[in-house]
T-cell receptor, first 115, second 110 residues
Framework: AQSVAQPEDQVNVAEGNPLTVKCTYS??????LFWYVQYPNRGLQFLLK??????LVKGSYGFEAEFNKSQTSFHLKKPSALVSDSALYFC?????????????FGSGTKLNVKP | DGGITQSPKYLFRKEGQNVTLSCEQN?????MYWYRQDPGQGLRLIYY???????QKGDIAEGYSVSREKKESFPLTVTSAQKNPTAFYLC?????????FGPGTRLLVL
């Protein structure tokens, strides 16, 4: 079955330290992969995506993600966390490169950045 | 943010009542989507529409209905058949190989 998984419900990190939020996927073919951030009572904001090309994708607010085909992972990273990065993060993928009728979302990872 | 607006921000439903959530977009998106988000859970697809006058059921369409009479509008009706409607509802649209989301509507039951 096709799916996206975020194995950690919560990630805690100190401000200034690097952060990683994990995502693994199981979709057919070459995947499109997305990361979104959600603040309380707000919609999802697009952070970055991987479609093809360089395995390291850079996005908004200093975030980046590394696509690893052999490990079927797309982990979100930031070199130095800010308290304002505290939010809920979602990984997502459509079922196929040309199929955008639905998206598989991970269950979300709550990131807590402590001062 | 994809030019997607949702209204109202909060909506209260009485027992047995149908309510309609608005979703409007101004960037000529073709594909639009409705998702439901429950606390501590991910997003579940209710309906999607690729073009005007055409829409498809998602994973949890029971108790919901939609219309797509205009390209810029994709309203969602939560009918009285939906027994557990309390949730955060998100509208989205697909443009330039990215799905963008509106700000959401929180539906509460009185």
């Amino acid at each position: 079955a096709q799916s996206v998984a975020q194995p950690e419900d919560q990630v805690n990190v100190a401000e200034g330290n690097p952060l990683t939020v994990k995502c693994t996927y199981s979709v057919s073919g070459n995947p499109y992969l997305f990361w979104y951030v959600q603040y309380p009572n707000r919609g999802l904001q697009f952070l970055l995506k991987y479609i093809t090309g360089d395995n390291l994708v850079k996005g908004s607010y200093g975030f980046e993600a590394e696509f690893n085909k052999s490990q079927t992972s797309f982990h979100l990273k930031k070199p130095s966390a800010l308290v304002s990065d505290s939010a809920l993060y979602f990984c997502a993928a459509p079922p196929g490169v040309y199929n955008f009728n639905k998206f598989y979302f991970g269950s979300g990872t709550k990131l807590n950045v402590k001062p | 943010d994809g030019g997607i607006t949702q209204s109202p921000k909060y909506l209260f439903r009485k027992e047995g009542q149908n309510v309609t959530l608005s979703c409007e977009q101004n960037l000529n998106h073709d594909a639009m989507y409705w998702y439901r988000q429950d606390p501590g859970q991910g997003l579940r697809l209710i309906y999607y529409s690729q073009i005007v006058n055409d829409f498809q059921k998602g994973d949890i369409a029971e108790g919901y209905s939609v219309s797509r009479e205009k390209k810029e509008s994709f309203p969602l009706t939560v009918t009285s058949a939906q027994k557990n409607p309390t949730a955060f509802y998100l509208c989205a649209a697909w443009i330039q190989e990215t799905q963008y989301f509106g700000p959401g509507t929180r539906l509460l039951v009185l």
